[in-house]
């Protein structure tokens, strides 16, 4: 059965950092591409990273770029996503989830294969 799990819930101050996690199980971890995606009460889902293990290869919105970077560590099936420069409008619900894709410089989902989301509260 195929298992998603975040941690790093946490409430911020704007400028600081936080790291969240998410450990997979259920599948061969280095066959597929692991990504994050945040929502905010009321919005739409955002796409917010996207990695693959078996190459290396990462991308990131343009609302994160330069501020958060996404790493995996193959051992132990976890992929990381680090928060640096936390602002208000990262307050959201992160997920990750299985397989992302990006397609013209968009980050979505193929596989509906989610994990249970964790709080990220960044306040001023």
């Known amino acids: 059965e195929v298992q998603l799990v975040e941690s790093g819930r946490g409430l911020v101050q704007a400028g600081g950092s936080l790291r969240l996690s998410c450990a997979a199980s259920g599948f061969t971890f280095d066959d597929y591409a692991i990504g994050w995606f945040r929502q905010a009460p009321g919005k739409e889902r955002e796409g917010v990273s996207c990695?693959?293990?078996?190459?290396?290869?990462?991308y990131y919105a343009d609302s994160v770029k330069g501020r958060f970077t996404i790493s995996s560590d193959n051992a132990k099936n976890t992929v990381y996503l680090q928060m640096n420069s936390l602002k208000s409008e990262d307050t959201a619900v992160y997920y990750c989830?299985?397989?992302?894709?990006?397609?013209?410089?968009?980050?979505?989902?193929?596989?509906?294969?989610w994990g249970q989301g964790t709080q990220v509260t960044v306040s001023s």
């Open positions: 990695t693959s293990s078996s190459d290396g290869s990462t």
């Open positions: 989830a299985a397989e992302c894709t990006v397609v013209a410089g968009i980050i979505d989902s193929s596989h509906d294969y």
